[in-house]
């Protein structure tokens, strides 16, 4: 025969679990940031999880730094990053057609350093690249990479719409402003980039350091980079300044892996 006393303490204990685990779901606070690639790769994929468990939770709109401006105009997300200087962002923001009628409303700060990298096909198998060499070879002057010390294979370019501050800081860094192949493929995002480039012989296309693996070629090249920079409307929120105060302390090291 069943003890009332054991079947109340049961119930309470379940209760008092139940009540923990709710509470512990209403406690977790949900910050919404708009980002592009360089600080998706760079910053935010490395610092999620440990964010979480101090009760953060970050949701990343990876939809490029553009549409992040907009969005944190529009409200939906906290802040917006991108990798590249504020007076850069704002005015690729205005040569799109996006009007700001007062950029004083924005605070900035950088937050980390994108380094620009360049990844190719595996069967491409050039292990350096000069700033002369990459000019030739995404301006559409050399057609083949056997005209840059690789293999005898066309030269596959992949441009990403989705990732305008890196095709902007490497055009003005490593191009010195020219233009792009007209015969680039259109890509998308960084990952989307990736995809393209581990699947299409003789491809080549920009990348972030944190996409570097087994599966793709990545020549050494010159350091070509760009500040990582967040933007808040009026003073950060509560939120997105734990983001901050946890990117300049316990972040550090694991964005700098």
């Known amino acids: 025969m069943s003890k009332p006393w054991i079947i109340n303490s049961f119930k309470a204990v379940v209760a008092l679990m139940l009540f923990g685990g709710v509470m512990g779901t209403a406690l977790a606070e949900e910050v919404k940031i708009g980002a592009g690639a360089a600080a998706t790769e760079n910053i935010f994929s490395k610092i999620k999880g440990p964010m979480e468990a101090t009760g953060v939770t970050l949701n990343i709109i990876s939809g490029g730094p553009e549409q992040a401006v907009k969005d944190l105009d529009a409200g939906t997300v906290e802040a917006a990053v991108g990798g590249m200087t504020f007076p850069d962002w704002m005015a690729m923001m205005e040569k799109g057609g996006y009007a700001i009628p007062d950029k004083s409303v924005y605070k ?134 734990k983001v901050l105060d946890f990117i300049a302390g316990p972040g550090q090291a694991l964005i700098a892996k």
């Open 108 to 241: 900035n700060r950088v937050i980390g350093k994108d380094v620009v990298k360049v990844l190719t096909n595996k069967d491409v198998t050039v292990t350096a690249l000069s700033k002369e060499q990459l000019a030739a070879v995404f301006t559409g002057k050399a057609k083949n990479w056997s005209e840059v010390g690789g293999p005898s294979l066309p030269i596959v370019v992949i441009v990403g719409s989705k990732i305008p501050g890196t095709n902007s800081v490497f055009q003005k860094q490593a191009l010195d402003g020219a233009a792009y192949t007209k015969d680039a493929v259109e890509g998308t995002t960084a990952d989307d980039l990736k995809t393209r480039v581990v699947a299409t012989s003789g491809a080549v296309s920009l990348g972030a350091q944190g996409q570097i693996d087994a599966t793709v070629n990545a020549p050494a090249i010159p350091e070509f980079g760009r500040p990582i920079t967040l933007i808040t409307k009026g003073a950060p929120s509560a939120g997105v300044q």
